[in-house]
């Protein structure tokens, strides 16, 4: 826990220093860590506070440029981290699941056979990517709606506890696609001021929207899995039918939605 906590600290001290819109830290009296003190047997850490106001402005321009602000601040290197490539299953894997399905007489199991084509290739893209995305950065890590708080000053960027390392260029993409709720005009607006503010969105391509399936695929792969025994069922997947319910349905809509996030990344860059 601390050594996360040492991490994202670190790094969102930078970006304070830096002049990114976010909070700022009260240092404690006796600091165990940055600015975490421990009360008891529990650890805290305080900032100033942020008055809400009453208004919500558009954000979207604001996003852009921030997120450009934060990739700036600790660029890493080449390549996709560790937490992406453990989306990517091989294929025996994916076909092993299937067949599975097959032999208990899951509901999804033709579903599964007709899919795996689209699954394959776009673990192919991500593998492509893995050693040679140009642009590994350090970053908030979790940038979404709830984590933008709106002061009478403007956006703050909140709860930097997930700093980790990712591709600037995709997890702008994703985080546009989130806040754009999927509308191409909404998420181009935020990554136009992305690239207006110096970020390069160019290299990936028809894959700007990777980071979108990798997340289609693994929440996918967890259900499957959950479901066929392998792991225990999450507190968030609810019971055995709803989760049967959710692959089937990430089974039908799977093919088109890849191929509507391709096509997106053509007509917003």
């Not at 106001?53 to 996003?63: E, F, I, K, S």
């Not at 490539?85 to 579903?111: C, H, I, K, M, Y």
């Not at 696609?177 to 391509?205: E, M």
Request: aromatic share 8%; net charge negative.
């Amino acid at each position: 826990m601390t050594e996360q906590l040492a991490v994202a600290m670190a790094f969102e001290r930078r970006a304070f220093e830096a002049g990114v819109d976010m909070p700022e830290p009260v240092m404690p009296r006796d600091p165990i860590l940055g600015w975490v003190a421990r009360i008891e047997d529990r650890l805290f850490r305080v900032y100033r506070w942020v008055e809400h106001a009453g208004t919500q402005p558009d954000v979207l321009g604001w996003l852009g440029r921030t997120m450009l602000q934060v990739h700036q601040l600790q660029p890493v290197g080449v390549g996709l981290p560790r937490w992406w490539r453990d989306a990517v299953q091989p294929p025996a894997t994916w076909e092993g699941w299937f067949a599975e399905a097959r032999s208990r007489g899951a509901s999804w199991a033709g579903l599964g056979a007709d899919t795996l084509p689209h699954i394959l290739a776009a673990n192919a893209r991500i593998s492509s990517w893995c050693e040679v995305a140009p642009d590994l950065v350090t970053t908030h890590g979790d940038v979404k709606p709830h984590n933008v708080v709106i002061s009478p000053a403007g956006p703050v960027l909140v709860d930097w506890d997930s700093v980790r390392t990712d591709s600037a260029a995709l997890e702008a993409a994703r985080v546009a696609y989130i806040f754009g709720s999927g509308h191409a005009r909404q998420i181009q607006r935020i990554l136009t001021a992305y690239a207006a503010a110096g970020g390069n969105l160019t290299w990936p391509g028809p894959d700007l929207f990777l980071s979108v399936t990798r997340n289609h695929l693994q929440t996918l792969a967890d259900h499957i899995r959950t479901a066929l025994g392998e792991t225990p069922t999450a507190h968030w997947m609810g019971d055995a039918a709803a989760i049967e319910a959710i692959i089937t349905n990430k089974l039908r809509t799977l093919p088109t939605q890849l191929d509507e996030l391709r096509r997106l990344a053509v007509a917003v860059v």
